[in-house]
């Protein structure tokens, strides 16, 4: 069993960076691949970006590629997402994830683990 704690999220403005922090614990951190996923009101919930258990292979959404960095610290059991040049519509709820992956996964049923979400806001 994975536990996953959001961390980091909330009030800013457009153009804005938040980083968002997710620590684990439980079992083997490090074979895991770990996905972030956002659900704004009214909308299923989303991929954002994800990373193999070695770091070596980040994915992301079209939405968010070029301004979110996903990254992975296996010694601290925690993964980052950097979110930079914020727009009011990446306005949501953001979830860390854990599936039993070595491969890239981009859906939800693909993750066997979820943290509580932390919610994230950027103003206009």
């Known amino acids: 069993q994975v536990q996953l704690v959001e961390s980091g999220g909330g009030l800013v403005q457009a153009g804005g960076s938040l980083r968002l922090s997710c620590a684990a614990s439980?079992?083997?951190?490090?074979?895991?691949?770990l996905g972030w996923f956002r659900q704004a009101p009214g909308k299923e919930r989303e991929f954002v970006a994800t990373?193999?258990?070695?770091?070596?292979?980040?994915y992301y959404a079209d939405s968010v590629k070029g301004r979110f960095t996903i990254s992975r610290d296996n010694a601290k059991n925690t993964v980052y997402l950097q979110m930079n040049s914020l727009k009011p519509e990446d306005t949501a709820v953001y979830y860390c994830?854990?599936?039993?992956?070595?491969?890239?996964?981009?859906?939800?049923?693909?993750?066997?683990?979820w943290g509580q979400g932390t919610q994230v806001t950027v103003s206009s």
């Open positions: 994830a854990a599936a039993n992956t070595l491969v890239v996964r981009t859906t939800t049923y693909d993750y066997d683990h």
């Open positions: 439980g079992r083997t951190f490090g074979t895991y691949a």
């Open positions: 990373i193999t258990w070695s770091g070596g292979t980040t």
